[in-house]
């Protein structure tokens, strides 16, 4: 058995709690890239309800401040975005590069999360829409990388899995702070509406 099938296999006994039901990769892609955008908004409703002083404050973070990890979750997903696009022409129009220039640098006002945040979620949305239109085929479309001195190119199907891992990655980061902060909160469960039928 490859280990894409292996990997979904295992995803399918997770999600169905029984049995080997398996699923397309797509539709696994698709249900945590559907939750990285309900958790990411989750997170940005959160913090716009904070003290922003309190949000702006570095040293908190490996980024800095719980704003500046906010911010590098969304960099991130563009950054994603624009290696796919660079491989695969015909992602340009899903995964516009419209988006880039609203990550603005330095400390972060309420009119500069809540852009932030329309940014991230429209981000977060057009993953979705690309990952709706792809076949499973297209999941194997070579992603050029210049991570690994072995490898020129990785499957379209890593580089998605490395998009929605790295958000969960930062948004535990965020959690833990919070939770040092006393801030209760709860992003991290997937939606039962996200599961594949």
Not at 153 to 158: A, E, G, I, N, R
Not at 168 to 182: E, V, W
Request: proline share 3%.
């Amino acid at each position: 058995m490859d280990i894409r099938l292996l990997a979904v296999t295992a995803q399918s006994a997770i999600i169905e709690g029984k049995g080997e039901k398996e699923f397309e990769m797509k539709e696994i892609i698709r249900m945590y890239a559907r939750y990285s955008k309900r958790a990411d908004d989750s997170v940005g409703t959160l913090l716009k309800g904070m003290d922003l002083n309190k949000l702006n404050e570095t040293g908190q973070t490996f980024c800095g401040s719980i704003m500046d990890l906010y911010r590098h979750i969304a960099g991130a997903v563009l950054y994603f975005h624009g290696l796919i696009r660079a491989s695969i022409p015909q992602a340009a129009h899903s995964l516009a590069e419209s988006l880039d220039p609203k990550l603005a640098d330095g400390l972060l006002d309420a009119e500069g999360l809540k852009t932030l945040m329309a940014a991230l979620s429209e981000a977060n949305q057009a993953t979705i829409d690309f990952v709706d239109k792809l076949s499973e085929d297209d999941l194997e479309l070579p992603v050029k990388l210049d991570w690994y001195p072995e490898r020129e190119t990785v499957p379209l199907h890593f580089i998605l899995n490395q998009l929605i891992v790295h958000g969960i990655h930062h948004r535990g980061q965020i959690s833990q702070t919070l939770d040092q902060l006393k801030v209760e909160h709860d992003f991290s469960g997937i939606d039962l509406s996200y599961m594949p039928e």
